[in-house]
């Protein structure tokens, strides 16, 4: 490796890593004194209070990595260009690329971490962080009246695949379900579509319930399809299942996410079906956001003069992933609603910033 780029790039990994650490405890001191009512009030155990803060780790370093990235990339560029190194190393007849190349390279090998990270050991960490606010913290989804939670998938015992459309914790009931009740091979025997299904005396309820029964080809057999106005069913599926499977569906990886797609197509629960062929899109974007970012946000820091370095680049910054983070939450919002092909609502917005960048470094002399 050459002097040069060991020089940047230790500027670099050690900026942010330094924001990386900054960010994680703010997170931290900022979520511990939001639920602080109710840690004291609960009497949550130091133990669980500690083992919680600490799986949170890796759900908030990938959060974060982009923007520490993107600010220590940045203002390493900066303090280059105000002590006229920059333009020390140009006239020696090297190239923007040549001094760039060790902040891409260590931006690259970031998003290789954040995406192992993001796959290996936050669903891990979401289902556990869930988890202990549900049982220590806030004590149940139960008490907070009116609360929804939308476009539910998941699989209950005895091969069954659930999809509600809706579901009200406090009430303890579903709305728009599905289920699809499989054989060892997979093969879908049996399916119940309801309109309603609430919690009653340890049993689902069914309102307007329509059962189809499938032959060992998948073909409908039509003198065995039935109707109820109401039917009591035990399904092996409590409400606080239900709540924790609603933490699971949220902490899928990119291989689950794929195996779930592949067998919500054979329900007809069209939203939960592109609900999670968004969330896999937004899995394999989100890992980039650190080089994308880094390329828009260098231009600012690269054109010749003796500006001072500091609070400019972390403002900057800032803002830059602010707009970015707010432009990719739309995005994400509108293709779960729009029936149009995914990838063209979801990659205009890295698209724009990765243009915006090379065009805006291109333009420099």
Excluded at 113 to 120: D, L, S
Aim: aromatic share 12%.
């Amino acid at each position: 490796m050459r002097i040069l780029d060991r020089y940047i790039i230790v500027r670099y990994i050690k900026g942010m890593l330094l924001g990386v650490l900054v960010f994680v405890l703010l997170y931290i001191v900022i979520d511990l004194f939001s639920h602080l009512d109710d840690i004291l009030q609960n009497k949550v155990p130091l133990d669980v209070l500690l083992k919680y803060y600490i799986s949170m780790v890796p759900m908030i370093f990938v959060n974060v990595a982009p923007v520490s990235s993107l600010l220590s990339g940045m203002y390493s560029m900066a303090h280059m260009n105000y002590s006229n190194e920059i333009i020390a190393i140009r006239s020696s007849g090297k190239s923007l690329g040549f001094v760039l190349f060790p902040l891409f390279a260590g931006a690259l090998l970031l998003c290789a971490v954040v995406f192992f990270v993001n796959e290996e050991f936050v669903p891990g960490s979401i289902v556990f962080t869930k988890s202990v606010k549900r049982d220590f913290i806030t004590r149940s989804y139960a008490q907070k009246d009116n609360l929804m939670l939308r476009n539910l998938a998941f699989y209950g015992e005895g091969n069954r695949l659930f999809f509600v459309s809706k579901y009200f914790p406090d009430k303890r009931q579903m709305q728009g379900l599905v289920i699809l009740f499989q054989d060892e091979n997979q093969k879908v025997r049996e399916k119940w579509v309801a309109q309603k299904a609430f919690w009653h005396e340890g049993k689902w309820r069914f309102e307007n319930l329509l059962t189809y029964k499938f032959d060992e080809t998948g073909e409908l057999e039509q003198d065995k399809k039935e109707f109820f106005r109401q039917k009591d069913a035990e399904l092996g599926l409590t409400p606080q299942d239900i709540v924790r499977n609603e933490a699971y569906a949220d902490s899928l990886n990119i291989k689950a996410l794929l195996s779930h797609i592949k067998r919500l197509k054979q329900s007809q629960a069209k939203a939960t079906l592109r609900d999670y062929r968004v969330k896999l899109a937004n899995r394999i974007i989100f890992p980039f956001t650190a080089v994308i970012l880094l390329i828009a946000g260098l231009p600012f820091t690269l054109r010749i003069g003796r500006k001072p370095v500091g609070v400019a680049q972390i403002g900057i910054g800032i803002v830059l992933f602010f707009l970015y983070y707010v432009a990719m939450m739309l995005s994400v919002g509108i293709a779960k609603v729009v029936n149009v092909p995914i990838w063209v609502v979801l990659l205009p917005v890295p698209m724009i910033f990765l243009i915006f960048g090379l065009g805006a470094m291109s333009l420099l002399p």
